[in-house]
């Protein structure tokens, strides 16, 4: 199975459209584009990018904007270049710096020590200016109207944590890094985590998503193509590349379509349920059989 093309407004096909964000749209104003492209209101995006960050953002179209809260779970990739030496309201370039440091003991060494504690599985404060809910309201919200927000931390993993190369620029220090990590990861909060380590203060200047998944930049449309040729990855095929897989047969089939358990089938995680080529349905475990997390039918 392969993506499917059409350049024909209208489409009711469901599936996955990777989109190459450009800096200076919200992921809210790409979604507004594929509802153009595709001529459908039914789309959603799997994790947000901020105005400033660039790269993979991952949408689901008709009926796949129901996979999106699954997909919301995989891993992630990034690219970015944190400064050190400076610290910001929003822990990245687009906020106001608060506070400035000299950076000139600072060894690359240093930087690479400072880095490794930030591996493997971690407790993470995200930023303050973020889409988190205190009390119904989010953060970034209070945090703009003068509040002082407290965060709680939490568990994230950090896959790789590397430095690609650091460099010098009037008097701040910037690292190249590249990330991979899971999903609920602020790599604003990793820049500004690593300029506390080194106590120069930290924020990051560029970022850019590579992958969500199996999702990767190679495999992505920019904003401008999707006016052109509407490309969309088929429900089917996204369901095969995310999920474990399942095939049944019979009257499985017929109580697949409608969401009913299946005591004979054992899963030990979320599953792709299949007749075919075709995805009926996620199960999950439940007791000694599988229940249904979400039914798809037809694609």
Do not use: W
């Not at 996979?67 to 990245?92: C, E």
């Amino acid at each position: 199975m392969s993506a499917s093309d059409d350049p024909r407004p209208g489409t009711s096909r469901s599936g996955i459209v990777v989109v190459d964000k450009p800096a200076g749209l919200t992921s809210h104003q790409v979604v507004s584009r594929v509802r153009r492209a595709a001529d459908t209101r039914k789309v959603g995006h799997a994790g947000t990018l901020d105005p400033m960050a660039t790269g993979v953002l991952v949408l689901g179209v008709n009926r796949a904007t129901r996979l999106l809260g699954h997909l919301m779970v995989t891993d992630k990739s990034y690219t970015g270049t944190i400064r050190l030496g400076a610290s910001t309201v929003t822990d990245d370039a687009e906020g106001e710096v608060i506070n400035t440091a000299d950076t000139s003991a600072i060894t690359e060494t240093m930087i690479r020590a400072a880095i490794e504690p930030f591996h493997g599985d971690i407790e993470q404060v995200p930023t303050q200016v973020s889409a988190i809910k205190i009390n119904g309201v989010r953060s970034y919200a209070r945090v703009r109207s003068g509040e002082e927000v407290e965060l709680k931390a939490r568990p994230v993993t950090v896959h790789r944590y590397d430095v690609a190369a650091v460099r010098r620029i009037e008097g701040f220090v910037d690292v190249d890094v590249e990330v991979d990590c899971t999903s609920g990861t602020y790599i604003r909060a990793l820049a500004r985590d690593l300029g506390g380590a080194l106590g120069c203060g930290g924020h990051l200047t560029a970022l850019r998503r590579t992958a969500v998944g199996p999702f990767t930049l190679d495999r992505s449309v920019t904003v401008d193509q999707l006016a052109e040729r509407f490309s969309m990855i088929n429900i089917s095929e996204v369901a095969a590349e995310t999920f474990p897989v399942v095939q049944v047969s019979g009257t499985e089939v017929d109580d697949v379509r409608h969401g009913r358990a299946l005591p004979s089938l054992e899963l030990s995680v979320l599953t792709a349920v299949f007749v075919g080529d075709e995805f009926l349905a996620l199960y999950k475990p439940s007791g000694r059989g599988a229940r249904a997390e979400a039914v798809f039918g037809a694609a």
